[in-house]
């Protein structure tokens, strides 16, 4: 069975600093990535998702994820960090094709930013 | 872009009686919705599968006799906790997908069961 695993629970970063949240993956076929933010209390906002093609994938807020098949990862990364980025960051995958294509999210990474 | 409404935001009930939580496509037919759980500082686990016009698929351990899913039209899923207690207090949230690979979320309901 498919999953993802976000190794780590809780990252602080300075504002304007760099960020790369980790995520892997287990999947036996060509997986479908999600990066989703959620602020406190609210639901789910899309960042950015792989289907195929170019490895590097751009979303908003200036955030983009690179798929490394050979290591099974699909890591989030931002080169400039602003207060506003602190929220709960999930990476999923879908099984488009099985499952009823239904979305499996990790654990949740904890992002706080520091003046 | 595509809008799950989900109402309502927050509810608190007492013990013993059911509530019922409705999600709705504002702009698509959604022929797939999803109904997932959240418990505070952990990731969302998905309880049950809803095609319209057809019976939920509930994931392993989750009674479907307690969360009963509603799919009834394109655009309208229910979940009704039925006879709530403490323990299912929790946030709930439903996502919709018209197609492969876009998924849209509702804001999530806050259920607190006294």
């Known amino acids: 069975a498919q999953s993802v695993t976000q190794p780590d629970i809780h990252i602080t970063v300075s504002e304007g600093a760099s960020l790369e949240l980790r995520c892997n993956y287990s999947y036996g076929a060509t997986p479908y990535l999600f990066w989703y933010v959620q602020s406190p209390g609210q639901g789910l906002q899309l960042l950015l998702k792989?289907?195929?093609?170019?490895?590097l994938v751009q979303g908003i807020k200036g955030f983009e994820a690179e798929f490394k098949r050979s290591q099974s990862s699909f890591n989030l990364r931002k080169p400039s960090v602003h207060w506003s980025d602190a929220a709960e960051y999930f990476c999923a995958v879908a099984d488009l094709y099985n499952q009823g294509g239904k979305l499996i999210f990790g654990q949740g990474t904890e992002l706080s930013v520091k003046p | 872009g595509a809008v799950v409404s989900q109402h309502p935001s927050r509810v608190i009930c007492k013990s013993g009686t059911s509530v019922k939580i409705e999600c709705r496509s504002l702009?698509?037919?959604?022929?797939?919705m999803f109904w997932y759980r959240q418990f505070p500082k952990q990731s969302l686990m998905l309880m049950a599968t809803s095609n319209e016009g057809s019976k939920a698929t509930y994931e392993q351990g989750v009674e479907k006799d307690k969360f009963l899913i509603n799919h009834a039209s394109l655009t309208l899923s229910t979940l009704t906790v039925t006879s709530a207690h403490p323990e299912d207090s929790s946030f709930y949230i439903c996502s919709a997908t018209s197609g492969p690979g876009g998924y849209t979320f509702g804001s999530g309901t806050r259920l607190t069961v006294v």
């Open positions: 792989y289907f195929s093609g170019d490895t």
């Open positions: 702009d698509f037919q959604a022929t797939t």
